[in-house]
């Protein structure tokens, strides 16, 4: 589809247009993910459609299909966030010690599991692709599915997790083409710690008996 592979100029690289405004609503969704508004979900779900787009295009089929969970898990999100708003605002918890054994274990197990299929079905970067950068792209998609999940959850870890995802994003985006996407996840680096320490400020508020048993 030659309207998704157009692209512009910008500091003397073409930026697929779809990876721009993509990443733009990215951005929207981890501030309005600050502030708790339900506006979080339709605006990832768009960006996610753009950005599932955007990567097809440059054969980055992990984070295509990362995309596509987001935007199912968006509508999740929604729907649990809506649940926990109907008589008061959304309250947010860490997660139990269980909850973060899973999310560990899913991370891991996720991340060789679809390292697996990726590679046995080609289905990351390109036929013949190493083991190290296939499992780069099935991080990226496993963790992402974790943290959005825990997002849906308003869980505060969701922060953490996506800071561990964007560690290996920025190089992978970078290699991609895809220089927005780096760009925009070295600036999520930095929201994802200025929304982890609003949540756990807004969890402590919550419970000033926490505070006193400090």
Same mark, same amino acid.
């Given at each position: 589809m030659s309207w998704?592979? *157009?692209?512009?100029? %910008?500091?003397?690289?073409?930026?697929?247009?779809?990876?721009? %405004?993509?990443?733009?609503?990215?951005?929207?969704? =981890? *501030? +309005? @993910?600050?502030?708790?508004?339900?506006?979080?979900?339709?605006?990832?779900?768009?960006?996610?459609?753009?950005? +599932?787009? *955007?990567?097809?295009?440059?054969? #980055?089929?992990?984070?295509?299909?990362?995309?596509?969970?987001? @935007?199912?898990?968006? =509508?999740?999100?929604?729907?649990?966030?809506r649940q926990g708003t109907q008589e008061q605002a959304l309250a947010v918890r860490p997660a139990t010690g269980g909850e973060?054994?899973?999310?560990?274990?899913?991370?891991?197990?996720?991340t060789v599991v679809v390292t697996i299929l990726f590679k046995a079905f080609d289905l990351s970067w390109y036929p013949g692709a190493s083991v190290a950068v296939v499992a780069s792209d099935a991080y990226i998609f496993?963790?992402?599915? #974790?943290?959005?999940?825990?997002?849906?959850? @308003?869980?505060?870890?969701?922060?953490? =997790?996506?800071?561990? =995802?964007?560690?290996?994003?920025?190089p992978v985006a970078f290699k991609s083409g895809l220089y927005v996407s780096g760009a925009v996840y070295g600036v999520f680096f930095v929201m994802v710690l200025t929304g982890f320490a609003k949540w756990l400020r807004e969890y402590r508020a919550a419970r000033p008996?926490?505070?006193a048993a400090a």
């Open positions: 998704v592979d *157009a692209s512009i100029d %910008i500091l003397g690289r073409p930026v697929k247009w779809t990876d721009l %405004i993509g990443n733009v609503f990215a951005l929207a969704t =981890v *501030a +309005f @993910a600050m502030r708790k508004s339900m506006w979080t979900w339709p605006v990832q779900f768009t960006g996610s459609v753009l950005l +599932f787009l *955007a990567s097809i295009s440059a054969h #980055v089929t992990g984070n295509a299909l990362k995309q596509a969970l987001f @935007a199912v898990l968006a =509508v999740y999100g929604w729907w649990k966030w973060r054994w899973r999310m560990l274990a899913a991370l891991v197990v996720g496993v963790g992402g599915a #974790v943290a959005t999940w825990a997002q849906g959850r @308003a869980l505060v870890d969701f922060w953490v =997790v996506w800071v561990l =995802v964007d560690l290996v994003g920025v008996e926490l505070v």
